[in-house]
């Protein structure tokens, strides 16, 4: 099976000030990697720019406008404590959103299965009126979004990034056609993703500890495939961040590539099982490099293979 990729060189045109984890050199680890694993058959495309309709299928309409119209020409733009604009950053952040989306329409109309998304700026900290977390539109809810306006009604969310995709819970918790399911650090930031937040009975929050066992990740993981599955989606889509990765520096998990690989099979199982195997992967966070192109090439292997 060929896997489709989307991505674009101005993702790397978004550039937070320098020391800033989620920095350019990060969407160059991923595509390095994958390009030079010989066995992946990936057909290369090109992310579109996303026209501000479809940003408002997720977000209100007047925070699109506003982000777009504090876009910076010059200089850095600081949003929040973490977040940042440079005069590349709405290009970039169009082609994320853009990418996830034409995916997700590329699958709905049964063009192809499944689909990798190597985007920045990441996209699950956005909610539906704010930017936060590195992150300036929601990728995977405004891709949700597009699902179901081509015909995909039930979308689910498995969000294995470490940090909790509160944004992503934010624009989903009231639609009982979608679901989200997170396994995040705790304590860690945001701080959100309490087990006791389920939305509508549709988010579905699995918390682990600092230096959790690796088992114990897992055990939580497949306590919310069972809630996926359950679910019942027409389409699967990934927040695929590799920060729980035991070389990240920003939390303190201790993940290897095998279990990113393991988790991606899970997914897989619930996707053939109810949705005709549709899934659609989208880059979340990931700061050390080198175990950011090792963890992203085994969950793509393991999407082209399974
Ligand atoms: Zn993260």
Known sequence: MTLALYTH???????????????PARLSAVTDALSEASDLE???????????????????????????AQAPTHGVLRLDE???MSP??????????????????????GEIERAFCAVRPPGHHAGRRFPMGFCLFSNVAVAAKAAQA???????????????????????????????????ESPGWPGTGDPSETG????????????????????????LMAHMDAFAPDLVLISAGFDAHADDPLAEQELLEEDFAWATDAILSVARARAKGRVVSSLEGGYDLSALGRSALAHVRALHGG
Do not use: C
């Open 82 to 84: 973490d977040t940042e």
């Open 88 to 109: 590349g950053s709405m290009r970039a952040a169009r082609r994320a959103a853009g990418a996830v989306t034409a995916a997700v329409r590329s699958v709905a109309s």
């Open 200 to 223: 509508i009975g549709n988010v579905f929050n699995a918390t682990v500890a600092p230096h959790a066992p690796r088992a114990a990740w897992r055990a939580a993981f497949e306590g």
């Open 150 to 184: 081509a015909g995909l009604r039930r979308v689910a969310v498995a969000d294995f990034d470490v940090h909790h995709g509160n944004g992503t819970q934010d624009i989903f918790q009231s639609d009982p056609n979608l679901f989200f399911a997170s396994v995040h």
């Open 42 to 68: 990936l057909e290369v495309r090109e992310a579109p720019l996303i026209e501000p309709d479809d940003l408002a299928l997720a977000h209100d309409p007047e925070y699109v406008a506003a982000l777009m």
């Open 9 to 23: 060189v101005d993702m790397l045109g978004h550039r937070p000030r320098e020391g800033h984890p989620e920095r």
